[in-house]
């Protein structure tokens, strides 16, 4: 019997790094995914994009396709049955500062996106949509399918598309566009030190394993979608929107989803149009994008050119930031990047100033992408942080630790916790820090430049209101019942610990179920607020059940002999935990850090990363082992981002030239050097029932500058433009 099952036997130990529950599941292929859950009958679509940028559709010529044996219906902006689409701009949903309730997906929704209009808004973009009664059909169909357009000069150019005037920019995420204390101007007239560069991130796509699918299925006015997604009643309540119905009369499931990162957060045009062709073909639908159709229908992260100005006193203590970023966006919504919200809070200054602003360009519209705003907020900080920090000759650590602030400095709160000058100890003391050489060029190994940086990880922690049912049946297992989702993060994993936990049970008694608007709502599994919410809810609900076990109980009688005493019924709680009730007295947030090792061949400008130690105070840990894969997980994407990811755009066509996993580059096995992770304890009473804070998006920020950092400790050159790439690199 191996240690984990040994563990997993014992009464539950919140934050034991046991197995995953489901992955004999996942690894015997019994977790079943959207795609794959059964249906009678089912029709296949496919949908056909526009390969113009901007203009409209004057014809379609369909003939072809609806001759191809199988071909049931061909839907396009002229023969669509019609459906609601929202106001010009979705309203937030209360999604601020780095908060995330349910996702408004204005860009699902949109007239042009689901076949209400002909107007082609970008290269790529949803134009009409093939059903039959097999996947081949409906893909020759496709192919088949011609349109005839009437050309507009698109809008793709950074350099030349003008800013969108400020009072034509809706805060949506991210909180007002711009934020100030204390008079930067002052501050930085008396800097004995200033820096003030530009720094670059480009345009990034969702690439998660499980692309985008659905099912839809109709009985008589009541849908079912089995839908890949993060956000379970996000999306049905967008869907019932749009065809008219009620919440209640939409059922959505999802048991698995094989990675989101924020891109399945909510709706977008696929689950309507899927809906839309199975009430026209009046069978269920099978609907799943092309990894090609991954670039643009649903989202990504968006451009961002970030000016950033620091001054400081002789001696390292800031006197004022200003950081000012713009972001690209689609035609259809206006996507805001929150890059400026760690600026505000994570060092003590007294004179900040921090802005954003939008260019409009035709390209899909932008959504979350895993951190949005800090992921790309922290590249241009920390980079300007460790600038400074040469600027003064000061030690990188020591630079930050000079500003540390103890308190929210933007709130003007206590933290619930923060724990980020042992993240800094560490970190240091795990990766050698001590004996890094200051001067850049300075460390070397044979034809290799080594270069060692760090940089500060932040994300705020979040909990939103979660319901959850408990039952214990009479053999003493129990089953939890909340509608969250499982996205790979462990989410069936760790609640079962908490319930266990509570109850004094092995967690191999407890079952837990989600993944269905059936159960009781739950918030979108984006925002690191999984953990928070739905941790609570569960604990919650499993207290409330062992109280009913207990009053119900004899002195000394166990629970399962106290229900089998009442006649053997099971025994059920219900909880609806509400957000955070001291989210108004604290300020709460993650706080890490990060030192990476690279190295560079000086001839060739290779850049390489063998290693890199990461230190994080998270909250509560609730499964070491998953929670420890999530930072992996993060860290991972971060040299990605810092060395190889970018979306490319044809400027004549406005067509995704590298959307396709061999030319989109995202690190393998052989980029990744080792990455030791360190969670440092911090308890947190405040944040969450039980004092988890997340993990799923800190494990990114900080790491694309922590290597630019390290790259030019090692080459003594700044880049300050995204991704690293060779050309840029070359010494």
Known sequence: MSDSMRERMRPAKLGAPIDRVDGRLKVTGGARYALELPVTNPAYAVVVTSSIPKGRVA?????????VKGVLAVLTPFNAPKVNVPPPRAESSGMSNGAAGPPARGGA?????????????????????????????????????????????????????????TDEVHPMFGGERKVARGDVEHGLREAAVKVEHV????????????????IAAWEGDKLTLYDSTQGIFSVRDTVAQAFGLKP??????????????????????????????????????KLALTRRQMFGPVGGRPITVQRISLGATRDGVLTAIRHGSTSSTSTIEDWIEPATSQTRMLYACPNVETT?????????????????????????????????????????????LKNYADRDPEANKPWSSKSLRECYRVGAEAFGWSKRQMAPRSMRDGRWLVGWGMATATYPAVRQPAGAT?????????????????????????????????????????????????MPPNPPSVGSMTAASTGSAVHEVATALKAKLTAMSNAGESMTDAIKRAGGQPVEATVQSQASPEARQYS??????????????????????????????????????????????????????????????????????????????VPVNA????????????????????????????????VAASIANAVFHATGKRLRDLPLRVEKVMV
Not at 59 to 66: K, N, V, W, Y
């Open 59 to 67: 014809s379609m010529d369909t003939a072809a396709a609806e001759r």
């Open 109 to 165: 929704m949109r007239i042009p996106t689901v076949l209400q209009s002909p107007d082609v808004m970008y290269n790529g973009q949803p134009i009409a949509l093939v059903v039959a009664d097999s996947f081949e059909a409906a893909m020759e169909g496709a192919q088949l399918v011609t349109a005839r357009y009437t050309s507009e000069r698109p809008v793709l150019e950074w350099e030349s598309t003008p800013t969108i005037p």
């Open 199 to 214: 720094y670059s991130t480009p345009l990034e796509n969702h690439n998660p394993m499980e692309v985008h699918n659905t």
């Open 248 to 285: 209640d009369d939409v059922r959505l499931v999802s048991y698995f989803t094989g990675g989101g990162f924020g891109s399945k957060g909510g709706a977008w045009s696929h689950q309507i149009l899927a809906a839309m062709a199975a009430r026209v073909v009046k069978r269920p639908v």
């Open 356 to 400: 954003y602003d939008l260019k409009r360009l035709n390209v899909g519209s932008p959504t979350f992408m895993r951190a949005p705003g800090e992921s790309t907020g922290t590249f241009a900080l920390e980079s300007a942080m460790d600038e400074l920090a040469y600027a003064l000759g000061i030690d990188p650590v020591q630079l930050r």
């Open 470 to 518: 408990a039952r214990m049946l009479a053999d003493g297992s129990v089953v939890v019942r909340a509608g969250t989702q499982e996205i790979g993060c462990g989410t069936y994993t760790a609640m079962s610990q908490i319930a266990a936990d509570v109850l004094g049970i092995p967690v191999d008694r407890v079952r837990f179920e989600l993944g269905d608007t059936d």
């Open 588 to 665: 709460m947030h993650s706080f890490g850090a990060v030192f990476t090792e690279v190295r560079v061949d000086e001839a060739l400008g290779l850049v390489r990363v063998p290693r890199v130690v990461a230190a994080h105070g998270v909250g509560t840990i609730l499964n070491e082992k998953t929670a420890r894969s999530q930072i992996i997980g993060g860290t991972v994407w971060g040299i990605g981002m810092a060395l190889t990811e970018a979306t490319e755009i044809d400027p004549r066509t406005g067509r995704y030239v590298n959307a396709q996993l061999d030319e989109y580059l």
């Open 671 to 702: 980029d990744v050097g080792r990455i030791d992770v360190h969670f440092v304890d911090e308890h947190d009473p405040h944040v969450s029932a039980t004092g988890a804070k997340g993990v799923g998006e800190i494990g990114i920020t900080g």
